[in-house]
Nanobody
Framework: QVQLVESGGGSVQAGGSLRLSCAAS????????LGWFRQAPGKEREGVAA???????SYADSVKGRFTISQDNTKNILYLQMNSLKPEDTAMYYC????????????????????WGKGTLLTISS
């Protein structure tokens, strides 16, 4: 089964930048779609950014223009570059993988994901 390991979390001041990484093992490029989710204390897990089977990317409205998702296919590493960080970005960030559906595209929702990493904590101070 696919194994996902996140890294790069930490404590950053508001306005700062950070890059999260997710190393995928037992994974063949193109077999799954990968995405980033986050969960703040007391809140539900939400989607942050994703890369679909055709390489297209999507973002939550709250992070558009500030976060960038990318994938190094040679190393099977998923990245999340986060700029202009805000205190409300504080959360546990998770990498997740999902199989494409019959259409060939992926449905990114917490309940639909097939595999999850254990998460990496990001804390933004004001």
């Amino acid at each position: 089964q696919v194994q996902l390991v996140e890294s790069g979390g930490g404590s950053v001041q508001a306005g700062g930048s950070l890059r999260l990484s997710c190393a995928a093992s037992r994974y063949t490029y193109g077999s799954y779609c990968l995405g980033w989710f986050r969960q703040a204390p007391g809140k539900e897990r939400e989607g942050v950014a994703a890369i679909d089977s055709d390489g297209s990317t999507s973002y939550a409205d709250s992070v558009k223009g500030r976060f960038t998702i990318s994938q190094d296919n040679t190393k099977n590493i998923l990245y999340l570059q986060m700029n202009s960080l805000k205190p409300e970005d504080t959360a546990m960030y998770y990498c997740a993988a999902v199989l494409p559906g019959r259409s060939g595209y992926c449905y990114f929702a917490p309940s639909a994901m097939n595999y999850w990493g254990k998460g990496t904590l990001l804390t933004i101070s004001s």
